[in-house]
């Protein structure tokens, strides 16, 4: 019983400690203020169906979390250790509607977790998605997705082996539920994407410019 609690104990802590760096939405009376130096920053992040509610893709940005950076999950938890629902019908995630300074911020590595046995990973660093911001601005950046790939294993259960990361435009899905949800945004909101497509470029920290692909996972 000991033991059970202390693990209990842990995978709380664990929890707590990742929500805290993860990026939450504004709230739905969001207005700017005029001696705010930020922006609004739309952009959907979501997993395949096969992966289910135990499966997390985390895009990282502004760096790693000890340095300052963000964390964004393709689902947050309702409570700790209990994934909240999907947004969509077609995949795992939901919508972020986060404020940041102006200035310049990027996406500059991911993850994909699957329950608390096994996570996937870039072998090598990615060619970060770098994006603006500008004060006053409401822009959409697209979805970030992890298309996963399923196999059987040794007990002929289906789990998941590989997958990668894509930039995709949904935002005819993503709009119209951001505009309900924030009706101040609605016929304000610039299409910015990032650059569309799987995200499986490295860089080549020797020649500090963008190599040919890696293999997408570890």
Not at 82 to 93: K, N, Q
Not at 186 to 201: N, R, S, T
Request: glycine share 10%; net charge neutral.
């Amino acid at each position: 019983m000991k033991k059970i609690k202390e693990l209990l104990f842990i995978l709380l802590f664990a929890s707590l400690t990742l929500a805290g760096c993860s990026v939450q939405s504004v709230k739905k009376d969001f207005s700017f203020s005029d001696a705010s130096n930020e922006g609004i920053v739309i952009l959907s992040v979501s997993h395949d169906l096969s992966g289910g509610r135990g499966t997390r893709a985390i895009f990282y940005m502004d760096g790693i979390p000890v340095h300052g950076g963000k964390m964004l999950f393709s689902l947050d938890d309702a409570f700790p250790g209990i994934p909240r629902g999907s947004d969509f019908a077609d995949s795992y995630g939901h919508i972020i509607v986060m404020s940041l300074p102006a200035g310049k911020h990027f996406m500059d590595s991911w993850q994909v977790t699957i329950g608390s046995a096994a996570y996937l990973y870039p072998r090598r660093k990615p060619v970060p998605l770098e994006f603006e911001v500008r004060k006053g601005e409401i822009v959409y950046l697209g979805n970030l997705h992890a298309n996963l790939y399923t196999g059987k294993n040794l007990f002929g259960m289906s789990v998941v082996g590989d997958g990668y990361p894509e930039v995709r435009d949904e935002r005819e899905r993503d709009l119209p539920m951001i505009e309900e949800k924030y009706p101040q945004f609605k016929g304000k909101v610039a299409v910015h994407l990032l650059p569309l497509g799987p995200w499986v470029k490295i860089f080549d920290e020797e020649m500090q410019t963008p190599a040919s692909p890696a293999p997408l996972m570890h």
